[in-house]
């Protein structure tokens, strides 16, 4: 086929209508939903939310959660455009791990090395990852469905950072139920479960993303 | 491009004919410095603006055309590269022959007309309809005796089937 006549037949289909379901928008809340649906079902809060020493530790949670999900996202869903840069993500990563690392020092600097271990395992590390795991699979397909109907030309990264979003996501759900509440244990334990996800997705990505 | 994805057809010829030619050179550059010949280059230029249309709706208007026309470039030359994996030594008489090479025509190595037979006959007939015989997509709905819309959507497609066949008869090569 000549170029000129493959460039005939796409100018013939210019016109565009993206169906209402394939929207971003819609994808994304259904992804969410049904964690929140999951969540609901299979997971009880946590009865002294409410109370005045669980709030603290749960909106501390909530920030990092909530960060992880809103920067990851912003990550991978800019990256569906080919060419578009944006520096200033950088620094607002570098804040994140700063964050983190503050909370780290802040931890070891009023409890000291005295019990490290059992605050750094308490009683539900294992539950923790798992469940950060399965709340974080739906918003992570909804994600990667976004993401392939734009064109991302660095798979892997996307993967990742859909990956992080997710899991994100899933830990701010997974807060609501979680009774650990030193700092240690937040930030080792979700932060594992969020680079873990990430981690599959990088490689779901690596294939899934091409195009 | 901004009126292309409002829709409107002639400025996206135009549009898509001017980004050919720019693409034509940056393509045989690219291959040359793999060590490769320019017989594919107007393989890789139809991929990729296959891609670009397929894709065009991530192109942000408030932001200028041309990086990300590159990017996409890029992306597919790679891709097509590493399918076909890059040769690393180049032998002299292979120089010698790209040196002699006749100037490239418009022509894809006729993979796609072999493609296009790989489509089933409806969008095959539709595809050959608006590109070989250019007729419009209003005269191909009466031919065949089916809505415009329908037309539209089996077109559309086509198009992305073609891109997909693309790269699974690369990978093959």
């Known amino acids: ?211 | 491009m901004r009126e292309a994805v409002l829709g409107h057809e002639e400025p996206y010829r135009q549009l898509l004919d001017e980004v050919a030619i720019a693409l034509r050179c940056q393509i045989r550059n690219g291959l040359a410095r793999a060590g490769r010949g320019n017989a594919e280059t107007e393989d890789v230029v139809q991929e990729i603006l296959i891609a670009i249309h397929i894709k065009r709706t991530t192109w942000d208007p408030t932001l200028p055309l041309k990086p990300w026309i590159n990017a996409i470039a890029r992306y597919k030359l790679i891709d097509c590269l590493r399918r076909q994996g890059v040769r690393q030594a180049v032998p002299i008489e292979d120089l010698a022959e790209t040196l002699a090479a006749p100037t490239v025509e418009s022509t894809g190595r006729s993979d796609a007309l072999r493609l296009l037979q790989q489509l089933p006959e409806r969008e095959r007939n539709i595809v050959e309809g608006v590109s070989l015989q250019g007729r419009s997509i209003r005269d191909i709905a009466a031919a065949l005796s089916l809505q415009e819309g329908t037309v539209r959507v089996a077109l559309h497609r086509a198009l992305k089937k073609l891109g997909s066949l693309y790269r699974q008869t690369h990978k093959e090569a």
């Open chain 1, 1 to 211: 086929m000549r170029t000129d006549h493959l460039i005939a037949a796409l100018a013939q289909d210019a016109r565009l209508a993206l169906p209402w379901w394939q929207r971003p928008a819609v994808v994304l809340s259904a992804g969410a939903a049904l964690s929140v649906a999951a969540f609901a079902l299979v997971m009880p809060v946590r009865g002294d939310l409410l109370a005045q020493h669980a709030f603290a530790p749960t909106a501390y949670k909530w920030i990092l959660a909530g960060g992880l999900a809103l920067l990851g996202g912003r990550v991978a869903l800019g990256l569906r455009q080919p060419g578009a840069k944006s520096p200033l993500l950088r620094v607002v990563a570098g804040l994140f791990a700063g964050l983190l690392l503050v909370t780290l020092a802040y931890d070891l600097a009023v409890h000291g090395s005295s019990g490290f271990f059992d605050r750094l395992f308490g009683s539900s590390a294992m539950m923790c990852l798992q469940s950060v795991g399965w709340l974080s699979l739906a918003p992570l397909a909804a994600v990667f469905l976004v993401l392939r109907a734009g064109a991302v030309t660095s798979p892997a990264t996307a993967g990742f950072a859909a990956g992080l979003a997710s899991a994100g996501f899933a830990a701010a759900l997974y807060a609501l139920k979680c009774t650990e509440d030193n700092a240690l244990f937040v930030v080792t334990w979700y932060s594992l479960a969020a680079f873990l996800v990430g981690l599959v997705a990088m490689f779901i990505g690596r294939w899934f993303l091409r195009w």
